[in-house]
C-alpha cells in the first residue's frame, strides 16, 4: 500500500494493447507513472485515486 493514497480509491482492470493505450492517453494530456516490469501502469488523479492497466 502506497500511504501518499490512503483514502483514495485504485482501480485495475485488465487490457490488451496497454502501449496503444498509453499513446492515447498522452494525446489527451494525461501523464502516468513509469511502467513497471510485471505490466502495470498507474494513472493517479489530483484528488489522490488511481487507475491501473494491467496486460
Known sequence: MRAEWVGGAMITPGVTGLDDILTGLAAHGIGHEPV?????????DPDGDSLSLSE
Open 36 to 44: 513497471e516490469t510485471y505490466g502495470n501502469v498507474v494513472v493517479p
